[in-house]
């Protein structure tokens, strides 16, 4: 069976909300074996909003609608889709005494549009809301399933959980799988060549690779009977490009983040960092401290913008800087070592370099950046040429650093390892 999404909201469609329902009802739907071929945004108008459905009809087997049954005019979802499913709306007695309940435990008087979300389309299911007023709603016919949920996240996402994913389960008992394979320090057409045949020869599981800033995923999707089947079928998908890869894997696991798997391998070798930043001004710090604990490792983050900075707090040689220049490897490296130095930290990174749009030169073009990652004393520094705009180039410089720092502690303790058994 396949399913279609209609995300309702003029808000939607004028970029004031993220429309994060789609990604987590696309990844739901998935997860009970459905098939999703299109999505679509449209206003909080009656005859977009009817086409729309009508045409989802057409194709889907399912249609699942979010937002748009508040209690206000321009809350039309529920009457449009009554319509095109030719049911009257009529009062629900269960959905009534939900509303007199939500507003009575809140000590809060009900409006007269309120009791509007009680009408529920004849024939069809409500779904009582435990953290709103909107009920959700499940209507069927001639062989069509269309599905009403809230739009606010915090009451669609139990909802669904609770009510909407048993349904979809029960219609479509095949299950869809997915495992993401994250690779970084590797560029998106080198890991395609290194999947090439495995994608040519792919039937079930597929292989799919997608471009990150600075990473690229590999998503492997199994289907099957059930869970653990779809588990068995991705095993040796996920094996055989964990053997390709190798090292330039940093997670298997969709919800870590290279900043995460940083953080986890410095606390692994109980290593202290340092971070001093000059193009990124804090960016990188900034991903860091997003991983929870990080405070037990991170010591101090510098951002030294000017050359005078980079003197006082890094302890870059006003030579260095006259001789080379603040966006060089020479200017990099100081700012590395000397911030481990200062700060006694086990890893230091530093980056310098020109993020534009204006500054640059023939020498050092807009997009030069000078990444440096000491490791107990050991310094590497590399030079990267990023394009983009100023923020595209200031996010890869950090995703290229987080990088190097991960590479960086790898070889220092493999080289530490060997020595050992030598």
């Not at 739009?151 to 009510?163: A, I, N, R, S, T």
Request: charged share 25%; aromatic share 4%; proline share 3%.
């Amino acid at each position: 069976m396949n399913v279609e999404l209609i995300s309702v909201g003029t808000e939607i469609l004028l970029g004031n909300i993220v429309n994060t329902n789609a990604a987590y009802l696309a990844e739901q739907c998935a997860r009970a074996g459905l098939a999703c071929y299109y999505q679509t945004v449209v206003g909080d108008n009656h005859d977009r909003l009817k086409e729309t459905l009508e045409n989802a009809l057409k194709r889907a087997d399912v249609i699942i609608l979010s937002g748009g049954l508040g209690p206000t005019e321009d809350d039309l979802t529920k009457e449009t889709a009554a319509e095109v499913m030719g049911m009257e709306l009529v009062e629900d007695a269960a959905c009534r005494q939900a509303l007199q309940d939500y507003f009575a435990a809140r000590n809060m008087e009900i409006s007269e549009n309120n009791w509007k979300q009680a009408l529920v389309p004849q024939g069809g299911r409500a779904l009582i809301n435990q953290n709103g007023t909107a009920p959700g709603i499940i209507m069927e016919k001639d062989g069509k399933h269309v599905i009403l949920l809230p739009g606010p996240p915090v009451e669609l996402k139990p909802m669904f959980e609770q009510y909407v994913f048993p349904y979809l389960n029960a219609l479509e008992p095949e299950v869809i799988l997915s495992q993401t394979v994250k690779i970084c320090n590797i560029g998106e057409s080198r890991a395609e060549m290194m999947v090439k045949d495995m994608i040519d020869e792919q039937t079930n599981p597929t292989i799919a690779t997608y471009a990150k800033t600075g990473e690229v995923h590999i998503r492997v999707t199994a289907k099957a009977g059930d869970e653990a089947a779809a588990k068995k079928l991705l095993k040796p998908i996920v094996k055989e490009l964990k053997k390709r890869f190798g090292s330039d894997i940093y997670s298997t696991d969709e919800t870590c983040t290279l900043e995460k798997a940083v953080a986890d391998l410095l606390c692994a070798k109980n290593l202290t960092v340092t971070t001093v930043e000059s193009c990124t001004g804090g960016m990188l710090g900034s991903r860091l401290v997003n991983v929870p604990g990080i405070s037990d490792i991170y010591k101090v983050g510098l951002i030294t913008y000017s050359n005078k900075a980079k003197r006082r707090l890094a302890e870059v040689k006003k030579t260095t800087l006259e001789k080379y220049g603040a966006v060089s490897e020479q200017v990099a490296k100081e700012m590395a070592k000397g911030a481990a130095m200062m700060t006694r930290a086990d890893v230091a990174v530093a980056i310098t370099g020109v993020a534009g749009p204006d500054g640059g030169t023939d020498e050092k073009p807009v997009g030069l950046v000078y990444i440096a990652c000491s490791v107990c004393g050991k310094v590497t520094v590399r030079k990267n040429r990023f394009q983009g705009g100023r923020q595209k180039i200031r996010e890869a410089a950090v995703s290229a650093a987080l990088t190097l720092m991960r590479q960086c502690i790898l070889e220092y303790y493999s080289e530490v390892t060997f020595g050992d058994r030598k």
